[in-house]
């Protein structure tokens, strides 16, 4: 592999370009084999980047969640109301961890709502996700992808593309959006403090995950059973655990909720997923 900062430092030996004229094109390094937690993600939300594996897979959470399409819209509803909330407080800069495969609206579109000038790096190690992100940052100015895995912030924030587009000077908004339930709880908190250390008071942390309180009875166990072989751990954290990652943040109104109802007025789902935002000062 030879040097590319465009691609986090690194060029890969296949081509990641995406291109419309051949949207059956797969790049050669996507195992259809094993189902993505960024394909289920994007079957669940009514996309079409998966495979038959990836549909599989979500159709064994429906059996325990007949509601989890539900759930996974509002988590989306959070998201952006959230980056709308801190666009409107000032962000101009946004790290998005575990971005999965894109979805309107995305994290740039919203800021750029109130700033046009709106930077965003997006962030993932799943090789489907980088072929759409890669398309995505071609045409849009100030979005870039790096492929990196956010359990390493070390390499996440040495990253050359992240150095360029986002200044650690000045606040960031941090977006940490459904993935901490793949983040074992023994080194989660530790994580997630270590991003917060290279932010600057002002910044702000956006995060939601599954939570195991307010979760239908067995469910958890389901998807240990079930997900958890072909898709590894599925880390369900108490509603305290939750908040524990918050440290350092003061949570905003109405602090650690469903997302459903955090500033809507929502329905919470057979499957709890909380969420919250917190300043940094």
């Not at 998201?79 to 909330?85: E, I, K, M, Q, Y």
């Not at 991003?195 to 195991?212: H, I």
């Not at 751990?233 to 109405?254: C, M, W, Y």
Request: glycine share 10%; charged share 20%.
């Amino acid at each position: 592999m030879s040097s590319d900062p465009a691609n986090g430092g690194v060029t890969p030996e296949v081509d990641w370009s995406w291109t419309e004229r051949d949207p059956g094109w797969v790049p050669p390094e996507i195992d259809q084999s094993k189902p993505s937690v960024a394909r289920i993600y994007d079957y669940i939300l009514g996309g079409k980047d998966n495979f038959a594996v990836d549909r599989e897979a979500a159709e064994k959470a429906f059996v325990m969640f007949p509601d989890v399409r539900d759930v996974a819209v509002a988590n989306r509803g959070f998201l952006v109301r959230a980056v709308r909330l801190m666009a409107e407080a000032g962000i101009r800069q946004y790290l998005d961890l575990g971005t999965g495969i894109p979805t309107s609206p995305n994290v740039h579109e919203v800021a750029r709502q109130t700033h046009p000038d709106a930077r965003v790096v997006y962030v993932d190690n799943d090789p489907m996700v980088m072929a759409h992100n890669r398309a995505l940052r071609a045409t849009s100015p100030g979005v870039a992808t790096v492929h990196q895995d956010l359990r390493d912030p070390a390499g996440v924030l040495a990253d050359p593309v992240v150095r360029d587009l986002i200044d650690f000077d000045e606040p960031v908004g941090l977006l940490l959006i459904g993935v901490m339930h793949f983040v074992p709880v023994d080194i989660g908190a530790a994580i997630v403090a270590r991003y917060r250390k290279a932010l600057v008071p002002g910044s702000y942390l956006v995060l939601s995950t599954q939570c195991v309180d307010g979760t239908v009875a067995g469910g958890i166990e389901h998807a240990e059973s079930t997900l958890a072989p072909m898709l590894g751990p599925v880390v369900a954290r108490s509603a305290a655990q939750i908040e524990e990652l918050f440290e350092g943040f003061d949570l905003l109104e109405p602090g650690l909720v469903d997302v459903s109802r955090w500033r809507a007025d929502g329905t919470p789902g057979t499957l709890a997923f909380l969420g919250g935002v917190g300043l940094k000062t």
